[in-house]
């Protein structure tokens, strides 16, 4: 899994990893954001956004190109999130 960087704005930013959950990610960005800690995340994200679907959205389409472009964004525990089609997860506190 990849380190999360805080900017100046204190936004946790995370790359998605084609080998991890797209809502683990989120998850996790999230927690970090929050000081939340993961065991309490998952309810809080199935209340937000169904998280196959996410993965679905974001994943290679089924000839094995990516998808290019898009983007999602919702709130979740006081936090905006931006699901990114370049591959970027990006928290930010609101």
Known sequence: ???PTMSEEQNVERRIDPE???GTTVVDAVSEATGVP???MDS???QCVDPDALDDLFSDRFDGTPRQGGQLLFSILGCSVQVHGDGRVVV???
Do not use: F
């Open 1 to 3: 899994m990849s380190k």
């Open 20 to 22: 991890v959950h797209l």
């Open 38 to 40: 993961v065991s309490q």
């Open 44 to 46: 809080e994200l199935n």
């Open 92 to 94: 930010t506190p609101e």
